[in-house]
Structures are given as C-alpha cells and as structure tokens.
C-alpha cells in the first residue's frame, strides 16, 4: 500500500520562500509520475506542478517561474520550492503519485501566505 506523508507547510509572509516535501513508501517511486496540487477554500483542487518519472516537469501558468518541483527518488521524495509566495497561494497543498493506473493522495499540509 502506498503512503504519502507531506511537510513543509506553514505560515510565511508575501515574498517568502516555503519547501514541501512528500514522502512515499512503496517500491515503484521511481517510475511514478508525481504532483502537487492545492485547494483553497471554495475552490476546486487544481495542479500546481508535475514531474514525470523522466524528470520532465509542468507547472501551472500561476506558479511559472516562482516554483520548482523536482525529485529524490533515492530518498522516495518530491518537493515543491515556493518562492515569491503570494497570499492566493495561500491553500492546502497535496501530493500524489501515479503508478500504473492507479493514483494516491497524501493528507495535505497547510500554506499560508499572510500579506
């Protein structure tokens, strides 16, 4: 059985920096495609970042340029490095994994982006 355990979040001010971190267990890591999503309230959850088990990554149009999704796959991790944080990055961020056909979500971690 797969598990995701994130951390890193918190509360920051506008134009701070925050690390996320996602831990999986579970053999195939590797070969995943891994995301990070968030939801804010009343709002749907939407892809912030992905990268492939290739390392090839995507990003939203809001968060190009600010965050950098990358990978450890010795240590089963992804990240997600947030700079120039904004408060509508302000949301509960979540980590899932995809392998094969089937997909896994973590139980999310809380950042807040104050103004």
């Known amino acids: 059985q797969v598990q995701l355990v994130e951390s890193g979040g918190g509360l920051v001010q506008a134009g701070g920096s925050l690390r996320l971190s996602c831990a999986a267990s579970g053999r195939f890591f590797s070969i995943s495609s891994m995301g990070w999503y968030r939801q804010a309230p009343g709002k749907q959850r939407e892809l912030v970042a992905g990268?492939?088990?290739?390392?090839?990554?995507n990003y939203a149009d809001s968060v190009k340029g600010r965050f950098t999704i990358s990978r450890d796959n010795a240590k089963n991790t992804v990240y997600l490095q947030m700079n120039s944080l904004k408060p509508e990055d302000t949301a509960v961020y979540y980590c899932?994994?995809?392998?094969?056909?089937?997909?896994?979500w973590g139980q999310g971690t809380q950042v807040t982006v104050s103004s």
């Open positions: 899932k994994q995809e392998i094969f056909r089937d997909a896994y």
């Open positions: 990268i492939s088990s290739g390392g090839r990554s």
